[in-house]
């Protein structure tokens, strides 16, 4: 299966330990997931995306992006592919606009379940399925029931539109697809673990394949320099106030807490950082 990792945070922070140098940074659990791999990283309102079709430590390219790429929202994705072949267009992330979406999981049976999914996209999206994976289908899914909700190509969007779309995706796909199946399920079996943004908004979905994520740090190293340190970067926010979201496939090295995402969980913040916790059912 494929890893992901994303992050939202107040102040623009780089992703070379992340992606690179973290003990279970993406670069080195390429290893194991060597069918390419993409990192998108918000410039203002604009997603800029860099992607290949091969492993990202054997790729120069991906290291040069990870030592370099400052943000305040980042989506990055390995991939070990399941449905689809490897190819430029089956390597995540996928976009439209600046929507940005990447995918760890599987449909069983895919190609049998395939026509009942399309049904639920909407025509304005059709044209623009250019791969093979249940990823891409999945991602315009979740836009088609955005669509209904809200304007995709504003700039100000409401969080709970968000929230409601992916909840009311997940339960459609479910219909079709059937229950989600656990971490441990053999790979063959249907998840739907996934991150979505569209930079100031990002949220993440527990759909069997575990996600960790992390709001706080036990001591963070710029506590005496940073403007925007406060208190709840170093605690549990109490309020729900937060200065970073962080998501990731596996706990990754150094000062972060990280918190394993429950199945069904979906999580996310909005561009004023208020975190947002909920449970959908999956079986």
Known sequence: MCRLFGFK??????????????????????????????????????????????PAMDCDIFKKVSGVVSSHTVLAHIRKSTIGNV?????????????????????????????????????????????????????????SELEKELDLFSLSVDFYAIKKACQNAIEEIIKIIGDLSKNDSPPEESFL???????????????????????????????????????FCEAPATDGKINHLLFSSEPLSGENIWIKMVKGDLIGSCNEMNLNISNIPTE
């Open 87 to 143: 190819s430029p267009l089956n390597t995540h992330p996928f976009q439209f606009g600046n929507w940005v979406f990447a995918h760890n999981g599987n449909i069983k049976n895919f190609e049998e379940k395939k026509p009942s999914l399309h049904q639920l996209i909407s025509n304005t999206f059709k044209p623009y399925i250019l791969g093979t994976t249940d990823s891409e289908i999945i991602f315009y899914i979740i836009l």
């Open 193 to 231: 673990t996934f991150i979505l943004t569209n930079g100031d908004n990002l949220i993440a979905f527990n759909g069997g394949k575990d996600l960790f994520y992390s709001t706080y740090k036990n001591e963070c190293p710029d506590r005496d320099t940073c403007d925007s340190f406060a208190p």
């Open 9 to 54: 945070s107040i102040i623009k922070s780089k992703v070379h330990s992340s992606l690179l140098h973290a003990e279970n940074a993406l670069g080195i659990q390429s290893v194991d997931h060597p069918d390419g791999w993409g990192v998108c990283y918000y410039i203002g309102s604009s997603p800029h995306i860099i992607k290949a079709d091969k």
